[in-house]
Nanobody, 120 residues
C-alpha cells in the first residue's frame, strides 16, 4: 500500500536553511507521478507549497516561497525533497508530501508530516 514518510523537520531560526525529505513507499513507476509538498500552518488549511514532475519541466511554487524553496526528487530512491532557504516564521507548519493530479492530492492516506518551526 502506498504511503508517505516525511522527515527532517525541526526548530530553526529565521533566515536559516533546512531540508525536508519524504519517502514515497510502495510506489511502482514513481516517475509517472507528479509529487508535491503541502503545508499545514497553525489554524490554516493544508495548502500545496510546491510540486514537480519527473522530467523537471513542470514545477509549481506557492508565491510566498518562490525564490526560497526548491523541490527535487530522486526516483531511484523514491524520495522527494524540499530545500527551504531564508526561512521565515510564516513558514512554520507541518509539511506533508503526496502525489498529485490536477493539483489535487492523489492519495487520501497522508503521512504523519514533519514539523518545521521557524523562530525569530
Amino acid at each position: 500500500q502506498v504511503h508517505f514518510v516525511e522527515s527532517g523537520g525541526g526548530l530553526v531560526q529565521a533566515g536559516s536553511s533546512h531540508r525536508a525529505s519524504c519517502a514515497a513507499n510502495a510506489f511502482s513507476n514513481l516517475e509517472l507521478y507528479v509529487l508535491a509538498w503541502f503545508r499545514e500552518a497553525p489554524g490554516k488549511q493544508r495548502e500545496p507549497v510546491s510540486c514537480l514532475n519527473s522530467g523537471y519541466n513542470m514545477t509549481y511554487y506557492l508565491d510566498s516561497v518562490k525564490g526560497r524553496f526548491t523541490i527535487s526528487r530522486d526516483d531511484a530512491k523514491t524520495t522527494v525533497y524540499l530545500q527551504m532557504n531564508s526561512l521565515q516564521p510564516e513558514d512554520t507548519g507541518v509539511y506533508f508530501c503526496n502525489a498529485v493530479k490536477g493539483g489535487l492530492p492523489l492519495y487520501k492516506s497522508w503521512g504523519q508530516g514533519t514539523q518545521v518551526t521557524v523562530s525569530t
